[in-house]
């Protein structure tokens, strides 16, 4: 069950980050940032294939795959012109970022669709001219504080979600459960910085989650 849906942001103080939890997700969402288009943005750190991971290892490759060719495919169409992201979870990407026009917009998603494998797109891009590097120093900030808030969370699990930041609205995505959802709706949106959340999560049913999830390890 695809879920797309906004949330409104609930502005608040946060508690004190975990100094290293957040240290490492700044680390990982500059380097996701700055670039035009990012393998991984965001502060799930998705640098490899992570076995926590709720997609399988096959789809976590075929998403790997998608987002290079969908970015290569951007790039040698659109060129530096715009500042595009591609991000694919479970065979959905997303397209965050800026272009100079409709028909920009209109082309990169035409492009992403075309790629092996892609089951739909979201095309987020603004037309609009690209944002200044405080802007995605910015945004990069802002996901290592949401990476930071879900790891805190204890009731959520970090590699469940991948969070991008894109000029401080806050895309989640991931394979969770209903009340998994809800549960990071309700983080993600007290951080500071985040001022809309939009969400990009396949739901399934907990039955199905303990079907993806590996078995405990037996108590010794």
């Known amino acids: 069950m695809k879920n797309h849906l906004s949330a409104p942001s609930h502005r608040g103080l946060m508690a004190a ?14 380097l996701s940032l700055s670039g035009c288009f990012p393998l991984a943005a965001g502060g799930a750190l998705m640098t490899g294939i992570v076995s926590a991971d709720r ?7 075929e998403d790997k795959n998608i987002e290079l060719k969908a970015g290569l495919q951007i790039r040698q169409n659109i060129g530096d012109r715009a500042h595009i992201s591609v991000n694919s979870y479970n065979r ?5 970022g800026e272009v100079p026009s409709a028909q920009d917009k209109a082309l990169a998603e035409k492009l992403a669709q075309g790629v092996e494998n ?4 979201l095309n987020e891009l603004a037309v609009m001219g690209n944002s200044s590097l405080s802007e995605r120093s910015s945004d990069a900030i802002t996901s290592g504080r949401v990476t930071a808030a879900i790891f805190d969370a204890k009731d959520l699990t970090t590699n469940a979600f991948k969070v991008v930041i894109e000029r401080g609205v806050a895309y989640v995505m991931g394979r969770v459960t209903a009340r998994e959802a809800k549960r990071v709706t309700e983080v993600v949106t007290g951080v500071s910085g ?8 396949d739901i399934v049913s907990e039955e199905e989650l303990a079907r993806i999830l590996p078995p405990a390890a037996p108590q010794k």
């Open 118 to 121: 892609v089951s739909s797109v």
């Open 194 to 201: 985040v001022k809309k959340m939009v969400r990009v999560l």
């Open 55 to 61: 997609r399988s290892s096959g789809t976590q490759l």
């Open 92 to 96: 959905q990407v997303l397209l965050t």
């Open 17 to 30: 980050l975990r100094p290293v939890a957040l240290g490492a997700a700044l680390a990982g969402s500059v």
